[in-house]
Each structure stands twice: as C-alpha cells, then as structure tokens.
C-alpha cells in the first residue's frame, strides 16, 4: 500500500513544522519517522507512532489518528533542513512502506 | 554505542552481482532483525528485505525476489547482501539497518549504516 506526504514544507527559523503523513492501514501499524541531510543516512527522529529515541530533541514530536500522522517540529532550527520521511509496515509488519517523503526548507 | 559499518563503493557492469556487506558493534547480534533498503538518486527509501540474525530467517520483497540474498555470519556480527543480474536502474545508495529488539512488535530503523553506493555502468 502506500504511503503520502507532501512534497515540501517552508517555514521561518522559530516557526513550527507540520508534516503529514497518510494512508489506508496506517491504524493498523505504527508509524515512524526519520530525517535525512544530504549525502547521509535516514536517522529515526519517533518511533511507534509518537515515541522519542533517546538524544533526539524534544522539538520533534509525533501524533495523529486514524488515516493521518503528523510529525511536528517546534522551534524550527536551520538544521532542521533536511528531507523527511513516514515509515510503516504492512499488515504482517514485515515488509516496509515508505511515504514519498518531504523537503522541509528552513 | 550502536554501529553498522558498510562496505565500500562499487562499480558493476549489467548482468555481473554485487555483495555488500554490514559489520555490527555495540549490541548483541542475533537479538535482531537486520533490514536492506535502497535509495535511487532523488527517489524514496525502498524495502529491499530482512533477515532475523538470530535464525537466519529471511524475507525479500517481491520487487527483489528472484535476484536478492540475505545471509549473515553471526560470528563476525555481519550481515550481507548480494544482488544479482544488475541492471541500469540498480544504480542506488544501499543501506542496512537494525530493526528493534526481535519480538517487540516495532518494525523500523533504530540505527542506520552509512550506506554503500552501487553504480552500475557499462
């Protein structure tokens, strides 16, 4: 199945972030999200849906319901520019479906 | 702490197989899925498939199916990944990542490697 993001995203430094993410079985599996700079690997930003790994500031932060998940970032940082993407599974939780990611411009 | 150290950059000609590899540190191995993906210049992140370093289960996405081997060597903490019949569009930045604990019911990247340029050119 599959997963949608919009393309981009621009907000001011300080200004907050909204980035969603939407799909038929996403109240089925949870969500993760990552961020990726240029030239690097993705690094997990939240995990089951709205959980924060350890070291990954508290400006990140995930909620939503149903079909939607959004990822939000308070306090937009200029390093915070980078492109974002939503992760889930489908229904065996296997196999991996990304959404189609989303620049965020600072 | 966590790391997963990849093999190099490679130059493959269409037809000919590549093998890449993912050395793990900082955490029990076989306690783990270990994950392949791909990421096509611009393109979204593609599940390339798993393998349960514990068992040695794997499971391929059907996109792969036919060309894709996941093994590892428990011994050396090191997973591996060959792809064969390359062609063309193969041309992609190839990642391992390590899943959550086996069994907790969380499938995603905790901790990424650095990921293994392949190109493929005639």
């Known amino acids: 199945y599959e997963l949608t993001q919009p393309p981009s995203v621009s907000v001011s430094p300080g200004q907050t972030a909204r980035i969603t993410c939407s799909g038929d079985a996403l109240p089925k599996q949870f969500v993760y999200w990552y961020q990726q700079k240029p030239g690097q690997a993705p690094v997990l930003l939240i995990y089951k849906d709205t959980q924060r790994p350890t070291g990954i500031p508290e400006r990140f932060s995930g909620s939503g319901s149903g079909s939607t998940v959004t990822l939000t970032i308070s306090g937009v940082q200029a390093e915070d520019e980078a492109d974002y993407w939503c992760q889930s599974a489908d229904t065996s939780g296997v196999h991996w479906v990304f959404g189609g990611g989303t620049k965020l411009t600072v | 702490q966590v790391q997963l150290v990849q093999s190099g950059a490679e130059v493959k000609k269409p037809g000919a197989s590549v093998n890449v590899s993912c050395k793990a540190s900082?955490?029990?191995?076989?306690?783990?899925?270990m994950y392949w993906l791909r990421q096509a210049p611009g393109q979204r992140l593609e599940w390339m498939g798993l393998?349960?370093?514990?068992?040695?289960?794997?499971k391929y996405s059907q996109n792969f199916q036919d060309r894709i081997s996941i093994t590892r060597d428990s011994s050396a903490n090191t997973a591996y990944m060959e792809l064969s019949s390359l062609r063309f569009e193969d041309t992609a930045m190839y990642f391992c990542?390590?899943?959550?604990?086996?069994?907790?019911?969380?499938?995603?990247?905790?901790?990424w490697g650095q990921g293994a340029l392949v190109i493929v050119s005639s």
């Open positions: 393998i349960n370093a514990g068992t040695g289960y794997t």
């Open positions: 900082g955490y029990r191995f076989t306690s783990y899925y």
């Open positions: 990542a390590r899943g959550f604990l086996i069994g907790s019911g969380l499938y995603g990247g905790a901790y």
